[in-house]
């Protein structure tokens, strides 16, 4: 990789000048699908303007829901998830389409060319995003990272790291508590620093160490950074203030989440209701027992609900001891919870909890009771996730992994609550689609057993140094 390659900037230019040539490719297809297919048998009389009019809403839709989807993260998501996210965009972009061609036309039109306009771009789409990956990795290679940490529980994020060494190389792990111009001779031998877990005055030092030096850094937030990043800048005066609220989603905002979710769980019950009647025989007809599930819930200001899910398990499984969440099955799953809980169809029900009030579509997930008293105990913050309802999705779902702790999913929990939008509400609904096509990732597991063996390896060195 060139120096000038490697000089900051020049990785988003390369992903603006790939996604730009993509929408156009994609934009040209339907252009040529809508001139061949549509525009003599439905649109004999539409003016020569209005090819124009048309190509250039679908690009703008494209560029909408591909932002949406984060379809266009070439290099820096996975090949398979940028993939997966193009087709979802995909899909939803010809869906729109075809209804506002057929408002246009005053009638349905021919469904067919849509169809091999989607399969069109779909291989498009494959070529171009595994050109685009494979490009983006040979052009930039791995940044020579450097990670600063406070305390060994912070370095698990140095393997989960791992897992991307085609974006990132974590090669040296330094403790806070190394001598301070020995820390900052490391840093200049680096690429990057990650700050992790660093006590806030010393981690203010590095951070302008780095500055002035023109490191990249990455800082891992702490609950206070979280809080900041959602404050409002007042300049009043000749010195800056920033207001932190009490935290939580104003009178305006709860309305219009409200509204947002009636209506999304009203079209949802309709549109899943052949599924849910589907699964709910199969389920009566396996064992005769009881078709939902039902387990208390805490959700906004600690208020505590029933949440219903489809029964996957075979009855009062709880009393048959714990789950086995590894690779292993659980035998307690039945034959139809084997096939709905890989899709995640077992949480259909929970659309009437959010109907009724109880929780919203997105947000933090709602934790069991006892689970609350635990985390709070050992997190007092924990209660801060409580300044909204509960939800179906959220970041900590579509982000997070079966070991991601409770400190970290409050952490993600409340960078959504800081950073509330409809927007962003809409943005992470369609990310969901994108996880329902990954199997449910362990390996978390495997990261934990590196930690714990990175752990032991660091206490035997520190036994020996103290010898």
Same mark, same amino acid.
């Given at each position: ?111 067919? #060319? ?20 494979? +490009? ?14 406070? @305390? ?87 010195? #800056? ?54 387990q208390e819930r805490v959700t906004i200001d600690e208020r505590k609900f029933n949440i219903i899910k ?42 009437f909890n959010i109907l009724v009030g109880n929780m919203s579509i997105v947000g933090p997930r709602p934790e ?54 409809? +927007? ?28 714990? @063996? ?14």
């Open positions: 990789m060139s120096d000038k390659l490697s000089r900051p900037g020049y990785r988003e230019i390369l992903r603006r000048a790939e996604s730009f040539f993509e929408i156009l490719i994609l934009t040209l297809e339907f252009y040529l699908i809508w001139r061949h297919y549509y525009s003599t048998r439905h649109f004999p009389h539409y003016g020569s303007m209005g090819k124009y009019v048309l190509m250039m809403v679908y690009a703008v839709l494209l560029i909408f829901v591909f932002y949406l989807c984060d379809s266009l993260k070439f290099g820096q998501l996975k090949f398979s998830d940028v993939f997966v996210s193009q087709v979802i965009s995909i899909l939803m972009v010809n869906f729109i389409t075809y209804f506002q061609l057929c408002l246009i036309s005053n009638r349905l039109i021919s469904i067919p #060319p849509m169809l091999f306009l989607t399969l069109l771009d779909v291989v498009c789409c494959f070529g171009l995003s595994f050109l685009y990956s494979s +490009l983006y990795h040979k052009l930039f290679s791995p940044r020579n990272m450097v990670m600063i940490y406070g @305390n060994e529980n912070a370095v698990s994020l140095k393997f989960k790291m791992d897992r991307r060494q085609d974006k990132y190389a974590v090669n040296t792990l330094l403790s806070i508590e190394e001598d301070g111009e020995y820390i900052k001779s490391v840093i200049d031998k680096h690429d990057a620093v990650i700050i992790n877990d660093v006590p806030a005055e010393k981690r203010n030092d590095i951070l302008k160490y780095c500055f002035g030096k023109n490191i990249r850094t990455y800082v891992v937030p702490k609950i206070s950074d979280i809080l900041t990043k959602g404050a409002h800048d007042i300049t009043l005066f000749d010195t #800056p203030l920033m207001l932190i609220k009490r935290g939580g989603l104003n009178p305006t905002q709860r309305l219009v989440k409200r509204i947002f979710d009636v209506i999304l769980s009203l079209i949802a019950i309709i549109v899943s209701s052949p599924v849910m009647l589907l699964i709910a025989i199969a389920i009566k007809a396996e064992d005769g027992g009881p078709v939902f599930y039902k489809f029964r996957s398990m075979i009855v009062n499984a709880e009393a048959q001891g714990l789950s086995i969440p590894a690779k292993g099955h659980d035998p307690r799953i039945t034959k139809v919870g084997s096939v709905i809980r890989p899709l995640r169809l077992d949480e259909l029900p929970q659309i069991r009771t006892e689970h609350v008293e635990k985390y709070t105990a050992e997190i007092p913050e924990f209660t801060y996730r409580h300044k909204v309802k509960g939800g179906l999705t959220g970041y900590a779902q579509i982000f997070g992994k079966y070991n991601t702790t409770a400190y970290d999913k409050l952490r993600l929990d409340l960078m959504y609550i800081e950073n509330y939008s409809l +927007l962003l509400d809409i943005k992470l609904i369609v990310m969901t689609a994108r996880i329902l096509f990954k199997k449910e990732s362990t390996e978390g597991f495997e990261v934990q057993e590196d930690i714990e @063996n990175w752990k032991k390896q660091l206490k035997e060195k520190n036994n020996k140094s103290g010898e």
